[in-house]
């Protein structure tokens, strides 16, 4: 029976709840640095706070359930997730492939840091990454990127790293494990930021990683313990609270990114749309393929950077905002923060408006 779960009964369903007389229904934070020890000098559960805490536990207990996997480790925001299994894994004459259409940081981090210790940096688009992968020790791999929205053939990338040994990471922030589920799909490691459609209010920063390898997601959690890139109690508390309803808003963020790039694509003002829901999109096949849902990002381009900028000036509902997953539909112009892509390319990250009011408000904006 619970393989065939809806989206929301999964997302209620993982927050979880014990069933005894008196015990709350909401789970509830636990603010704590510090716990009683024994006397006897027993190792007990919890005993300082940077290296266990029961909202934690129940966090990281629901994502392992989402994302289909035995474990999961919450951290202080995606990049420290990305980075702190960067560092378990890229070794000093090891080979790192990274995307280069993916979260530019990333990109950074490895050239910035990984490389000056002796790491063999790679950057490849989701179209060559699976050749880039047959020379590499460890693929970090984000689909669909962010910001073109390009998806990267899962399967076949997993083949491609197990033929040569090489673990396989995979950033799942944009498709969420409502979206994707990429260990079942070979990936060792999943990574992904909580910041945006799990959490899904604007409101908080954090990341996690999941995986059911137990020496791998063991060696995780030292590095964590080592440098410190927790989540705080209150944060995991707020993205658990927030985990019971992100079935029913990533549904209408689907829903509304669907509308949206139907709409757009005709539109005389934009000169192009990805949205892997397209049946047009160079992506939609292989998106079909491995995904449940398409997401709720759009990207599209307008002639220029004041184009942008009049679409949210004349827009009664669209806002101005990097990152994205949240409630109110958000446009980012890329070019601002230095990714490869035109001054007048934008992506959109649906909300969950009434679909027609969005329509008609971007529409409108548009004229």
């Known amino acids: 029976m619970e393989g065939t779960y809806g989206d929301s009964t999964r997302s209620v369903k993982a927050v979880g709840s014990q069933s005894i007389p008196g015990v709350p229904v909401a789970p509830m934070p636990v603010p704590a640095s510090t716990y009683h020890l024994s006397p006897d000098e027993t190792e007990p559960l919890d005993s300082y706070g940077r290296s266990s805490n029961p909202s934690w536990r129940q966090l990281e207990t629901a994502l392992a359930e989402l994302e289909g996997a035995s474990a999961a480790l919450t951290f202080g925001s995606g990049m420290a997730a990305i980075t702190s299994v960067l560092r ?17 940081q990333v990109r950074r981090y490895a050239s910035e840091y990984l490389a000056l210790q002796g790491v063999t940096v790679i950057e490849a688009g989701a179209g060559e990454i699976c050749q880039a992968a047959s020379n590499a020790d460890v693929v970090l791999a984000e689909t669909p990127a962010n910001p073109a929205l390009d998806v990267v053939d899962l399967h076949r990338l997993a083949l491609t790293c197990r033929g040569r040994g090489a673990t396989l990471v995979v950033d799942n922030t944009t498709a969420t494990p409502l979206g994707q589920q990429p260990l079942s799909l070979g990936a060792d490691l999943v990574v992904a930021s909580a910041t945006k459609s799990l959490s899904g209010h604007s409101d908080l920063i954090a990341g996690y990683v999941a995986g059911s ?30 985990l019971g309803s992100a079935g029913l ?19 005389p003002a934009v000169r192009s749309v990805r949205y892997p829901g397209l049946p047009e999109d160079p992506s939609h096949d292989l998106a079909a393929a491995q995904m449940q849902r398409f997401g709720g990002l759009v990207s599209i381009e307008l002639a220029d950077a004041a184009a942008v900028h ?14 994205f997953g949240g409630i109110h539909t958000s446009v980012d112009r890329r070019a601002r ?14 909300g969950i408006e009434d679909t027609d009011d969005l329509i008609a408000d971007v529409s409108q904006a548009l004229r």
């Open 88 to 104: 378990v894994l890229a070794k000093p004459g090891s080979t790192l492939v990274v995307p280069a259409d993916g979260y530019y």
């Open 213 to 242: 390898q137990p020496e791998l997601m063991a060696a995780v959690e030292r590095d964590r313990l080592l440098a410190g890139p927790i989540l705080g109690a209150f944060e995991a508390w707020l993205v658990l609270r927030s």
């Open 249 to 267: 808003r990533f549904e209408r963020q689907c829903q509304n990114a669907q509308a949206l790039a139907v709409m757009l694509r005709n539109h």
């Open 310 to 323: 009049a679409l949210v000036e004349r827009s009664a509902l669209l806002i101005a905002s990097t990152s």
């Open 337 to 350: 923060w230095g990714d490869p892509v035109p001054a007048g390319f934008a992506r959109i990250s649906a």
